[in-house]
């Protein structure tokens, strides 16, 4: 495919069609990596780090289990006071 490199601020930038990202498995949010070698660039998809999954003493649903809206204060509700309105 024949494209052409164009001026983008001050930088340069070339457009990558959609079947030829979709072809590398690429998306326009894709980190990237491009090395030269020669007189060629090269550009290759950067792994995504994976998240590391946090084993937290407590589940969401152990932290809710005994809320009901008394308990909750979700009756309550907390009156701004003067200083908070501005007065």
Known sequence: MRTEIKRWGNSAAVRLPTRILAAAR???SSA???VVKGNKIIIEALKEPQ?????L???E???IADLSPE???AD???LP???EWGD
């Open 26 to 28: 690429l998306s326009d």
């Open 71 to 73: 308990t909750a204060h």
């Open 32 to 34: 990237i990596s491009m």
């Open 61 to 63: 649903v152990s932290l």
């Open 76 to 78: 309550e509700l907390a």
């Open 57 to 59: 003493p407590f589940s």
């Open 51 to 55: 998240l590391k999954h946090l084993k």
């Open 81 to 83: 006071s003067a200083k």
